[in-house]
């Protein structure tokens, strides 16, 4: 079987093991392009993985297993993508908002990003206005991503765009939001630029705000 339809089934099906062993199979034996390696193998699974979460074939368990083996991967991967130049596909600034501790659902949204080929810098929990704003000097992504999980917590997304706006920075960048209590009106509603359910769905949220489809 070609290795990297091995890769991308080792993924799908949670292999961290395996799914290092053979990204290294098809990088030193194989001699395959880094970037071939991470579309073809890594990215190709966790599109599946994406699809079937989408589709409740898989749950949240299923979905971190598989994540933990795309990061075997990764964590092979990544110095040779330096190496060879590959860039992400964009840079995704998350977190959960200030006053929420719940991180579930933005760690999924994490994984499915990273195994989509963005580059992921997560604020962790009880992220306020001001880490946004710095990681947004910082850093300079494309996207912010914001959740919560709470009614209470979610009114503090809104302080967040409002802080965007206010320090003149906020068409630098797509914001994205989601989580149990936040809706597609709410997203209207504070300006945001895009709603997503699901962490399958933020992908594709993600990929055609940024018009990478």
Known sequence: MDVLKEL????????AQKAEELTHKALEEEGLEPGKVLNEGLIAG???????????????????????????????????????????????????????????????????????????????VDAGPDKFLQAIESGAPHLIGMSALL???ML????????????????????????????QSYADEIGADGYAPDAATAVEVAKALLNLN
Not at 105 to 112: D, F
């Open 8 to 15: 991308a089934d080792a993924i799908i099906l949670g292999q």
């Open 46 to 124: 966790m599109n599946v993985v994406g699809e079937k979460f989408k589709n409740n074939e898989y749950y949240v368990p299923e979905v971190l297993i598989a994540a933990r083996a795309m990061k075997a991967g990764l964590k092979v991967l990544r110095p040779k993508l330096a190496e060879t130049g590959v860039k992400p596909v964009a840079k995704l600034v998350i977190g959960t908002v200030k006053g929420d501790l719940h991180d579930i659902g933005k760690n999924l949204v994490s994984m499915m990003m990273e195994g989509a080929g963005f580059e992921v810098i997560d604020l962790g």
């Open 151 to 153: 009614t209470t917590t």
């Open 156 to 183: 503090n997304m809104k302080s967040v765009i409002e802080a965007l706006e206010k320090k003149g920075v906020r068409d630098r960048v797509k914001v994205i939001v989601g989580g149990a209590p936040v809706t």
